[in-house]
């Protein structure tokens, strides 16, 4: 197979953008670099196309590696035919492989193979044979022997079948028919293991789905219910039909011996190839269905952390409680710790005016401007509380609930010891809330990413899969940002591209020895950090107000004398940069001709127009063209108030496979379905929205008692026809994604078959 040239046709891609790709990451470059800073030799892939290519590249790798594995070992047991050569050179998948292995792989003493030893393997062939002379009875009179433990005709016969009966589910085109014949009729079927047992899996204790259409969320409950014991789940296929694709290829003659290769073929779909098949498919099935959670979960984690800043704003953590009082923490606009404490907001008359008198002197003696509050135990009675408050005073203050997912996580942390040492562990989870609010992507990245919250199922996902994919996004929303050198905490740097977890904490070192740093190139003083490293994380580290204006942009070091011969080219220098940019320079680039002015300096069109919008907007973090966060500063209301129809401001909190979660102002979630989310149909309710998204909403319908609020992000058909004619008409087609390989079938589906 030549890898290169699938994973062009796979993604559909010129056969130079994946050699150029292959090699990039066969010299150890990283994929936040190729991105950013190799665009010419990838025609500008995106991370997350140049992810799922090197995910790609990685199996067909490892699938010529295990190809090659099987053709030794089946050669060196001089077993190999042209015909065997040939199917393991066409296998696709590392599932077709193992296929054509399973007859030559060293297997545990079976059915079989003690009856190859008792010397029956000739009778099976004969029988196999079907031809009308032979009497399998007689024949098998010649193979009677007491010291073989082959007592009579009999015993001579069930062994020759069992040898038939292991041949046939060893036959790797009869396995490949079988699973493509499951994975179009077989059907997904559950029950409860106890009828009378409550469980959240009622609506699965009798269910029964065609294999092709079961949602991926459904495997994932289905897997859980198992495992916890509430629910019985298996695969069933038409018997008749599936035992008839066996039939077809094995049964020749309607003869004596025909009949006992009918018999040995049924034998070994029930025993042998059903139950084997039926563990694929839910493996395959599981497979999948994480693959595709892990998906959801990133894009989720992605928009979170690249939600908008709020800057420069004086923020009011609280981490609500009960017994324990709400934990309280002031930090400034560069998240600083100002002032903590604990207080009682949810108690006695007292204690709530002693509450409201501490959060009021917070607030007129640091200026607060913005009040986060943790989502957690007390969270609605706490936003009563700040409600209350917002009323009372003189001062204009908003505030917003925030997600505590992962708090406490960071709050007994390592990291958070060594950043607040001084502080107690729940007083370091209300910094976190305010933090979080003031700089998602900052303060998030020092939190495990799976402890987020974001997702469905993640804890049961392979967690070194998602640890691997989870690690990739933060890596690329931190890249992607880029970060301030001389502020970073190292759990921030350790994500920069070519920086480990030890160079992270040897910049800081180095930053608290020597002073801040003055420019870019200081970085190869730091101990452990050499050219190749410098050369991979230079451009995404800011270094505001040093020696060189180009420091405080996404300008490679590399393209250092380019940029300057750009804004010479253009009528602009250094001092228009470092004076908040050299504005009109994209217009003056146009006029003279971007291609021009790509050949006279020798760098492409698209390294080129990177640099002119750094050098227009030094420092610009794409954060800020983002919508800013819903920040609430009215009334509240409660579940109970709310009424079908009611229209509502809310934020999207998570995304999962069947719809998503909008915070209203009412402490619990609203769901809106897939089939809510827009007038048009939709495979997955991340066509629609993201995580972090101000929307707006209508209520359909409200269950006080069981907390479950449904809403609606559906036009009525008078908003409608608004929106279309109001829409302008463009006969440009719209530019869709590049096409790339779909991650749900990088495996062969494999099923298994439980008989009916």
């Known amino acids: ?23 990039l990451l066969d010299d150890d470059k990283t994929i936040p670099f190729i991105a950013r800073y190799r665009k010419e030799l990838t025609g500008s892939l995106d991370d997350q196309v140049l992810r799922e290519l090197s995910d790609r590249l990685t199996y067909l790798r490892n699938l010529e590696k295990r190809k090659e594995e099987v053709a030794n070992s089946i050669t060196e047991q001089e077993k190999m035919t042209p015909e065997l050569e040939a199917a393991i050179s066409a296998a696709t998948t590392l599932v077709e492989v193992e296929d054509i292995y399973r007859p030559f792989k060293p297997k545990r003493r079976t059915r079989a193979s003690i009856a190859r030893e008792n010397g029956l393997e000739p009778l099976a062939e004969m029988i196999i044979a079907q031809e009308d002379s032979t009497d399998p009875e007689k024949e098998a009179e010649a193979f009677i022997n007491e010291e073989k433990n082959v007592p009579d005709v009999q015993t001579a016969l069930q062994g020759a079948m069992d040898i038939i009966a292991e041949d046939i589910s060893d036959d790797a085109d009869i396995r490949k028919k079988l699973r493509a014949y499951a994975g179009d009729k077989g059907q997904l079927v559950s029950k409860a293991a106890d009828p009378e047992a409550e469980s959240v899996y009622i609506n699965y204790y009798e269910y029964a789905e065609p294999i092709p259409k079961v949602a991926n969320h459904r495997v994932l409950a289905l897997d859980r219910g198992e495992k916890e014991g509430f629910l019985k789940v298996s695969v069933v296929l038409d018997d008749a039909e599936a035992q008839g694709i066996v039939f077809d290829k094995y049964i020749k003659k309607n003869n004596a011996c025909g009949e006992l290769v009918r018999e040995a073929a049924a034998d070994s779909c029930k025993r042998l190839i059903f139950p084997s098949i039926e563990r694929e498919i839910r493996s395959e099935m599981t497979a999948n269905a994480a693959e595709e959670s892990i998906k959801v979960f990133a894009a989720n984690l992605r928009q979170m ?48 005016e002693a509450a409201k008198k501490k959060v009021k002197q917070f607030i007129e003696k640091y200026h607060v401007d913005v009040i986060s509050i943790g989502n957690g135990t007390a969270s609605r009675e706490t936003e009563s509380f700040t409600a209350d408050i917002i009323k009372e005073i003189p001062q204009k203050v908003s505030y917003m609930v925030v997600s505590e997912a992962g708090a406490s996580v960071y709050s007994a942390s390592k990291v958070a010891a060594e950043e607040f040492p001084e502080y107690d562990v729940s007083i370091r989870g209300a910094i976190s809330i305010a933090r979080r609010l003031q700089d998602p992507l900052a303060e998030l990245v020092k939190i495990e990413p799976k402890a987020i919250g974001v997702g469905q199922y993640q804890h049961d996902m392979p967690q070194a899969r998602m640890s691997e994919a989870l690690g990739g996004v933060v890596e690329d929303c931190v890249n992607s940002v880029g970060v301030d050198l001389n502020t970073a905490s190292h759990s921030l740097l350790s994500y920069i591209a070519g920086i480990n977890a030890t160079v992270a904490k040897n910049i800081v070192a180095y930053r608290e020895e020597n002073g801040r740093f003055s420019d870019r190139r200081e970085l190869l003083k730091v101990p452990k950090l050499g050219k190749k490293a410098f ?14 204006p180009l420091d405080n942009t996404a ?52 390294t080129l127009t990177d640099i002119i919008g750094e050098l227009k907007k030094p420092g610009r973090d794409l954060r800020d063209e983002l919508p800013a966060p819903l920040l609430r500063s009215g009334d509240i209301m409660e579940i109970k108030d709310l009424k079908p129809g009611m229209e509502l401001v809310g934020t999207v909190r998570n995304i999962i496979d069947f719809g998503a979660f909008v915070d209203i102002g009412v402490h619990e979630d609203g769901l809106v379905h897939i089939s809510q989310l827009c007038n048009r149909y939709i495979k997955h309710p991340l066509e629609a929205v993201k995580v972090g998204e101000v929307v707006k909403v209508r209520v359909l319908d409200v269950d006080v008692k069981r907390n479950r609020i449904s809403l609606t992000m559906r036009l009525n058909d008078e908003e409608e026809k608004k929106q279309r004619s109001e829409k302008p008409r463009s006969k440009k087609p719209s530019a869709g994604k590049p096409k790339g390989f779909d991650a749900t079938k990088l495996h062969n589906s494999s099923f298994r078959i439980k008989q009916k």
């Open 1 to 23: 197979m030549d890898i290169n040239k699938t994973l062009a046709k796979e993604f559909g891609l010129r056969q130079e953008q994946v050699d150029n790709t292959v090699a």
């Open 305 to 352: 952390l690249l939600q908008p800043p709020l800057r420069s704003s004086v923020i009011l953590g609280l981490d609500p409680g009960y017994a324990h009082g709400c934990k309280t923490a002031v930090i400034d606009g560069t998240g600083k710790v100002l002032d903590t404490a604990i207080i009682y907001p949810v108690g006695s008359a007292g204690a709530v």
């Open 535 to 548: 050369e991979q994380c230079a451009g995404f580290l800011r270094v505001r107000g040093g020696k060189n």
């Open 555 to 606: 300008v490679h070091p590399e393209s250092y004398e380019a940029a300057s011969s750009l804004l010479n080219e253009c009528g602009f220098t250094l001092t228009d940069v470092q004076n908040g940019g050299a504005a009109g320079i994209t217009e003056k680039a146009d006029s003279i001709g971007i291609e021009k002015i790509s050949s006279t300096l020798g760098i492409g069109v698209p």
